[in-house]
């Protein structure tokens, strides 16, 4: 039962990181695109 117990905490605690990691992935991905479109835009302007 202990065991049983041990385990599902560190499968939940497991689950939550790879949650957090996956958002921010998608954050770091967001800020990418983000700086690429304002990188095109300034050099269609000044180019």
Request: charged share 30%.
């Given at each position: 039962m202990?065991?049983?117990l041990i385990?599902?905490?560190v499968t939940i605690k497991r689950l939550?990181?790879?949650?957090e990691q996956r958002?921010?992935?998608e954050e770091v991905f967001?800020?990418?695109?983000e700086?690429?479109?304002k990188r095109e835009a300034f050099?269609?302007?000044h180019f």
């Open positions: 202990t065991l049983n385990f599902i905490t939550k990181k790879t949650a958002q921010r992935d967001r800020l990418y695109d700086m690429n479109a050099q269609a302007r």
